[in-house]
């Protein structure tokens, strides 16, 4: 839990809305984020979760129709809704505005799945747990903290730099 302290307080500095990615077998990264909410449940206006993959059709994840699941949570209701996915966002993000948020992200599987939820007052966060890093959100100012790395090693929490350089070689996964 060290580490996830860690990673939040890297990406905090460097932004007012934080971006943590926990990259890691599926139990362990769940418990892991399961446990640092309920731990921190004190620290945040609100809280809100969602799987990702309900949300997945053809290889994309439905966004618009998950949209009122955080409006929900944020207004106490979520109709009338806008129609449009940016509208949609954009209410979510003025809602969030007066609340710190903590975000609290299954199965993303890109950048694109996250950057709509981060919003909130400073010292919220998003914190996403995927299969993969996800390192286009370097430009969001996130840390990742990728579990499959052993404890020590240079790369296994980053952040404000893209997470998969090592020695001078990018890898892929």
């Known amino acids: 839990m060290n580490e996830l302290d860690a990673a ?4 905090l500095e460097l932004v007012k809305v934080g971006v943590v990615v926990v990259r890691g077998p599926a139990a362990v990264v769940d418990a892991l984020a399961a446990n640092w909410a309920r ?10 979760s969602a799987d990702l993959v309900p949300w ?3 290889g994309g994840v439905d966004l618009h129709s998950l949209t009122p699941v955080f409006l929900q949570a944020l207004r106490g209701w ?17 809602q969030a505005a007066r609340r ?9 599987d890109q950048a694109a799945q996250v950057r709509p939820w981060t919003a909130g007052l400073p010292g919220s966060v ?3 747990t995927s299969r993969r890093l996800l390192g286009g959100l370097v ?3 996130a840390a990742f903290l990728d579990l499959n790395l052993p404890e020590g090693h240079p790369d296994r929490l ?12 990018v890898k892929r996964s």
């Open 139 to 141: 430009t969001e100012g």
């Open 126 to 128: 998003v914190l996403v």
């Open 100 to 108: 710190k948020v903590l975000i609290r992200l299954r199965n993303p």
């Open 39 to 48: 731990d921190r449940r004190n620290d945040f206006d609100i809280e809100v």
């Open 78 to 94: 979520a109709w009338p809704l806008p129609e449009t996915f940016a509208g949609r966002v954009a209410e979510y993000r003025e």
């Open 158 to 169: 980053t952040c404000g730099k893209y997470p998969f350089h090592t020695g001078g070689r």
């Open 56 to 58: 997945r059709r053809r």
């Open 8 to 11: 939040v307080a890297a990406t």
